[in-house]
Nanobody, 115 residues
Framework: QVQLVESGGGLVQPGGSLRLSCAASGNIFDRSVMGWYRQAPEKQRELVAEITSGGSTKYADSVKGRFTISRDNAKNMVYLQMNSLKPEDTAVYYC?????????WGQGTQVTVSS
């Protein structure tokens, strides 16, 4: 059974940076599409960034040029480097794994951008 555990959230000032990490258990990581989603209060969960098993990436328009998703298949890890953070990036960030018809979620990590 796959489990996803996020870490790296916190409070940061506007313009600052954070790096989120997601550790995955199980043996399907290297064949899975990994993603980061976020959900702000009273808003729907939205895709932030996604990376395929081959390393192709996709980003929400709102984070292009500021966020970078990467993965380390040897360590079963996916990362989200977030630079030039804005108050509107404040949300709970969730790690997501897609494999065939299965979708799995982590418990989420809070990111707050405020002065």
């Amino acid at each position: 059974q796959v489990q996803l555990v996020e870490s790296g959230g916190g409070l940061v000032q506007p313009g600052g940076s954070l790096r989120l990490s997601c550790a995955a258990s199980g043996n399907i990581f290297d064949r899975s599409v990994m993603g980061w989603y976020r959900q702000a209060p009273e808003k729907q969960r939205e895709l932030v960034a996604e990376i395929t098993s081959g390393g192709s990436t996709k980003y929400a328009d709102s984070v292009k040029g500021r966020f970078t998703i990467s993965r380390d298949n040897a360590k079963n890890m996916v990362y989200l480097q977030m630079n030039s953070l804005k108050p509107e990036d404040t949300a709970v960030y969730y790690c997501n794994l897609k494999f065939v018809l299965a979708t799995m979620w982590g418990q989420g990590t809070q990111v707050t951008v405020s002065s």
